[in-house]
């Protein structure tokens, strides 16, 4: 549909800044990270929040690395609310002290989602790479939950951590929350580094599947949501729904972006919203435009029955596996690459060490 | 599986209706995404503020829609209740 306007979008991913207490070897952030100099500040992001209400955005997602860097945050949510956004925070927890969280609370945050790295609390802070970690995020979970804002608890799934979900549905019911996210790892950033050790078998998939639907009957009060391996599908994820069709991220450093992952194409146009206004940057940005609908596609997509269920599916990921973003996502078992996938998973069945490299900034010395 | 006609239904923590008014429309948001509701499930969840029970939501909107019907809008309640927006328990 070349030249079909788009709709408005309906969310905003604001990445307030990549610094983070955290090391989680599958975090999705890229490897490139960008610095505490190079963040928007809090006027050129109140700005950026209300450019995006204008234009249609009614959910904000405050995410990062870890929001609860940035001192000024309370001051985004409250702006956020002013511009009447619902203000979902995305955080790992780490420095929701009672004080930030009251007031963050006062802000107007309305959701928060705390992230977990496992039930079992010396394996979290490994993956963490942070003693204490579990334990901080425990009482943080305390902090939401006795200020009455509703808490979703996000996990995301490996190989390390895919045994334990009847511990983790556990722990999030203990914990107090309305709902636990269980989403296996997506590739991208230090989660595709870390690959080989993340990936689960097979075995490991149908044993969490069958954990989930046991939760399921059992848990009333909680709700579960899943979402399962990518690479172990057999047609891929509509990834964002298409590209550039609801949503939108912003980089710590203004650059704004189809989806958070969109970077690693580099052959993308770079694009900021210190010079270009984000109306501009949705209807027009070459970016933007570039896989938008169909028009872009090849075979074995342009002709499928199924591109308007998913899209093609992942154009980072088709990119980032085949050179190219115009291929179907090689998770597509009627793509050409599947058995770049299919040698993965056969690979995920033999034993690997559990070594994660942690995700770190650059050191500041480097040269960018 | 419908609520009983003296539950009292409300919505859910973290959910709320509010008007957008870039595209001048009605929108229930919740922590997961957006719905646009028609204009039936407005007038319902307008009145899910926990003290209207179903059947007093029923007869409310019989003024208004003279074709609906207890059942429809319990099936309302039930769909979005399925969907974590609202709590029906009566308590
Ligand atoms: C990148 S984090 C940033 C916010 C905060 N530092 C946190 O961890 O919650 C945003 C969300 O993505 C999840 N996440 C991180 N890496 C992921 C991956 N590779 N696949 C899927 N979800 C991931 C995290 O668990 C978290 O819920
Ligand atoms: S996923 Fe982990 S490392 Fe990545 S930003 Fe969140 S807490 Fe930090
Ligand atoms: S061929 Fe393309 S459109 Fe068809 S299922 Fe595979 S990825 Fe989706």
């Given at each position: 549909m070349p030249g079909a306007t788009p709709e408005p979008p309906l969310g905003m991913l604001a990445e307030l800044t990549h610094r983070c207490p955290l090391q989680c070897g599958y975090c999705s952030n890229p490897l490139e990270l960008v610095g505490r100099a190079e963040e928007l500040n809090t006027a050129q992001w109140c700005d950026v929040i209300s450019q995006a209400r204008e234009l249609g955005v009614l959910q904000l997602h405050l995410s990062g690395g870890e929001p609860l860097q940035r001192p000024d945050l309370a001051e985004i949510v409250r702006h956020a609310r002013r511009e009447d956004c619902y203000v979902n925070l995305v955080t790992s927890g780490f420095g929701l002290t009672p004080e930030r969280g009251g007031q963050l609370a006062d802000a107007g945050v309305e959701h928060v989602q705390l992230s977990l790295q496992d039930a079992d609390e010396l394996a979290a802070d490994a993956v963490a790479g942070a003693t204490g970690a579990h334990r901080r995020k425990r009482a943080a979970a305390d902090v939401i939950t006795a200020l009455g804002l509703p808490l979703t608890i996000n996990v995301v799934l490996h190989r390390g951590n895919v045994d334990r979900i009847p511990d983790i549905v556990e722990l999030a019911e203990a914990m107090g929350a309305d709902r636990l996210e269980l989403a296996h790892t997506q590739y991208y950033g230090w989660a595709l580094r870390n690959r080989v050790r993340l990936m689960p078998t097979a075995a490991q998939l149908s044993a969490a599947e069958a954990a989930v639907a046991e939760a399921r009957a059992r848990s009333s009060n909680l709700r579960i949501g899943y979402v399962p391996a990518d690479y172990h599908e057999t047609y891929p994820k509509p990834c964002m729904h298409g590209w550039a069709a609801r949503q939108l991220t912003v980089a710590p450093n203004?650059?704004?972006?189809?989806?958070?992952?969109?970077?690693?194409?580099?052959?993308?146009?770079?694009?900021?919203?210190?010079?270009?206004?984000?109306?501009?940057?949705?209807?027009?940005?070459?970016?933007?435009?570039?896989?938008?609908?169909?028009?872009?596609?090849?075979?074995?997509?342009?002709?499928?029955?199924?591109?308007?269920?998913?899209?093609?599916?992942?154009?980072?990921?088709?990119?980032?596996?085949?050179?190219?973003?115009?291929?179907?996502?090689?998770?597509?078992?009627?793509?050409?690459?599947?058995?770049?996938?299919?040698?993965?998973?056969?690979?995920?069945?033999?034993?690997?060490?559990?070594?994660?490299?942690?995700?770190?900034?650059?050191?500041?010395?480097?040269?960018? | 599986m419908n609520p009983p006609a003296d539950a009292r239904p409300r919505l859910s923590r973290g959910t709320r209706l509010s008007f957008d008014r870039v595209r001048h429309a009605h929108v229930l948001l919740y922590p997961e995404g957006v719905l646009f509701p028609n204009q039936t499930a407005i007038d319902v969840l307008r009145r899910c503020d926990g003290s209207n029970t179903v059947a007093a939501i029923a007869d409310d909107l019989r003024h208004d829609y003279r074709a609906v019907e207890l059942t429809d809008i319990a099936e309302l309640l039930t769909q979005l209740s399925a969907r974590g927006l609202l709590e029906l328990d009566s308590n």
């Open positions: 203004g650059v704004a972006l189809p989806c958070p992952a969109a970077s690693v194409i580099d052959s993308l146009p770079v694009v900021n919203v210190r010079d270009t206004s984000l109306r501009s940057i949705w209807y027009e940005a070459e970016s933007f435009q570039a896989f938008r609908g169909t028009s872009w596609m090849r075979e074995p997509c342009v002709s499928c029955a199924r591109r308007q269920l998913d899209f093609g599916g992942c154009r980072c990921q088709a990119f980032q596996l085949t050179g190219d973003p115009t291929h179907a996502d090689p998770v597509c078992s009627l793509s050409p690459h599947r058995h770049l996938i299919d040698e993965l998973v056969a690979n995920a069945e033999l034993g690997q060490a559990l070594y994660l490299e942690p995700r770190r900034m650059r050191s500041a010395a480097a040269p960018r | -």
